[in-house]
């Protein structure tokens, strides 16, 4: 498994183990959120340094990146420096029988192709127009992205802004939930105290998360009277186990605003049994063919941000409780890794 978003990977890695499979990880670490790698290419010094460290410690361990059944890829930068490295690549693609490119995360090469589709797309100016700039600047890696689009055996996607963007690609193609090992959440039933804790972490892409228009929801909801009084919580640059204690600590997870679905950040949240804001789209559960999450939809608008966490904290607390259990009673049933990991291995075992 080559690259990682968010704890995604490693949390696939725990299910595909438990199935009785052998995996090897090969990822940074995510950056600041530290998560655990097999093989570990961090980004050492500057952004130019630490490319070339990655692409040389690449090259050294090629040899590693042989003799397996199934190649998971995610987000094609882990694989290049500047230009596609095809000393890699054709090596991976030489040397193993199927190759996988999973989708997600902001740097893949035709979610830009969906814009016009999308009603809450992360490049989506608060006005509903396409940010022209922000599609000019990413994805970055277009070329890099496409190749694996050509060359890989199939793709996978998490929902349904990415998979409506891949769905003229003529590739098999499976739309497949993100994974909790739910052995690793501390969970306990939320109780809420004397005040409902919200929390919305910072992101190193808020433009892409809706950050702004959660903030500006946030202030209109503090000068407004509700049943339930409230502390909101902003920060950031986490690492994976400190965020998971936040997390644990918070009643209202707000995730983000601009997408169809729920990310990592709510899973986790769910998973931990809390009140999730976050796009929960009828596009995203019918691309994964699942039912309706219990996530609170949250739309790409400030105005309606307030109003929506306004009608929560004018809820009994034993509501939003129930909320948060039926949050993780549904990670259970639809998102547990063993769950998740089987169903990549059914797609695969499609592909022949």
């Known amino acids: 498994m080559l690259g990682e978003y968010s704890g995604y990977y490693s949390n696939l890695a725990i299910g595909f183990e438990k199935l009785g ?19 570990s290419y961090p980004s050492y010094g500057g952004r130019f340094y ?17 003799g ?50 999308a009603r809450k797309h992360m490049f989506l ?24 689009v050509r060359e890989c055996d199939g793709i996978t996607t998490i929902g349904a802004n990415y998979d409506l963007a891949y769905a003229n690609v003529e590739k098999p193609r499976a739309c497949i939930p993100l994974p909790v090992a739910t052995e690793t959440i501390d969970f306990s039933p939320m109780k809420i105290g004397m005040s409902v804790r919200i929390f919305h972490g ?24 509700t049943s339930l009084p409230f502390e909101f919580r902003h920060s950031g640059g986490h690492a994976l186990s400190e965020y998971l204690k936040i997390l644990g600590a918070t009643d209202i997870s707000i995730d983000q605003c601009k997408s169809m679905g729920y990310g990592m950040n709510g899973l986790f949240s769910m998973a931990l049994g809390k009140v999730v804001c976050a796009g929960n789209e009828p596009e995203h559960q019918k691309a994964l063919g699942l039912p309706t999450a219990p996530v609170v939809n949250l739309p790409f608008d400030s105005a ?36 998740v990991a089987q169903r990549h291995l059914d797609f695969a075992e499609s592909l022949g």
């Open 202 to 225: 910072k992101q190193h892409r808020p433009d892409c998360k809706g950050t702004d228009a959660i903030l500006e929801g946030i202030s209109s909801l503090q000068e407004r009277k």
């Open 125 to 148: 100016k608060s006005d509903g127009t396409i940010d022209l700039i922000a599609c000019s600047k990413s994805p970055p890696n277009t070329d890099a992205c496409d190749q694996l």
């Open 68 to 117: 397996f059944d199934l190649v998971y890829v995610i987000n094609a930068e882990f694989l290049k420096g500047g230009r596609f490295d095809p000393n890699t690549w054709d090596w991976i693609r030489a040397n193993n029988k199927r190759v996988i490119y999973t989708v997600c995360g902001q740097r893949d090469s035709n979610l830009h192709r969906y814009f016009p589709h």
């Open 50 to 66: 630490g490319r070339w460290m990655q692409r040389a410690m690449l090259s050294w361990d090629r040899k590693l990146f042989a």
């Open 304 to 339: 309606a941000i307030a109003d929506i966490l306004e009608d929560l904290l004018n809820r009994p607390k034993q509501q939003l409780e129930e909320i948060g259990r039926a949050n993780r009673t549904y990670v259970e049933q639809y998102h547990e890794a063993t769950i």
């Open 21 to 39: 499979h052998e995996v090897s990880l090969f990822n940074n670490g995510h950056g600041w959120m530290q998560l655990s790698a097999g093989r």
